[in-house]
C-alpha cells in the first residue's frame, strides 16, 4: 500500500510547494472546473442542435474537476502521488483545447464534403469573376513561392558535405 510520505520538494517551480498549498490549489481547480464548465455550457444543455462531439469538452473538464479532487484529497492525506494526479488534472485543459481543434478540423473537412457533394462549392466557383490580371498576379506569386522553395532547397544540399564511409 502507498504509505503516507513526508514533504520532499522534488522540483523547484509549483511541485516543489508544501504538499497543503497543492492541497489548496487542487481545491480550488476543483471548484473552478465545474463553475467554468457550468458557465460555458449552460446555454447548450437543452439547445436542440447540441451535437455529440460537443459533449466531449464538458465531460473532460468535469473529469479534471473530479481528479482535482482527489488530488486534493490525496495531498491532504501527505500522499505525495497526489501531486501527479493534480499535473493530469491541469494538463485536462491543454488536452480539451487540442481535442477541440481536431474537432473544428474534422467538421471543417465534413462540411467541405457535403459541399462538394450537393454541388454548392461548384456554384460558387462559377459565379466568380476572374479577371486576368488578378489571375496573371496569383500565378505570378505561386511561381515565386515555388522557385524560392527550390533554390532554397538546393542550397541546404550544396552546404551539407557529403558524410564519408567509414566501412572503407
Known sequence: ??????????????????LNTLGLLAVLAGIAYPLV???IFRNS??????????????????????MSWLAAVMLFIRNAAGRDVLE????????????RLLIVI???????????LDGSVVDFFKDLEVSSGKLLINIALILVIITLILI????????????ENKDD
Do not use: C, Q
Request: avoid cysteine.
Open 88 to 99: 493530469l488534472a491541469i494538463a485536462i485543459v491543454p488536452i480539451t483545447l487540442a481535442i
Open 152 to 163: 532554397r532547397t538546393n542550397a541546404k544540399s550544396k552546404s551539407t558535405p557529403p558524410k
Open 1 to 18: 500500500m502507498n504509505k503516507p510520505i513526508k514533504e520532499i520538494p522534488s522540483s523547484t517551480g509549483w511541485r516543489s510547494l508544501p
Open 37 to 39: 464548465t457550468w458557465l
Open 45 to 66: 444543455w437543452d439547445s436542440p442542435d447540441f451535437h455529440w462531439y460537443e459533449w466531449i469538452t464538458p465531460i473532460a473538464l468535469l473529469l479534471g474537476g473530479a
Open 106 to 116: 474534422v467538421v471543417f473537412i465534413g462540411t467541405i464534403a457535403r459541399r462538394l
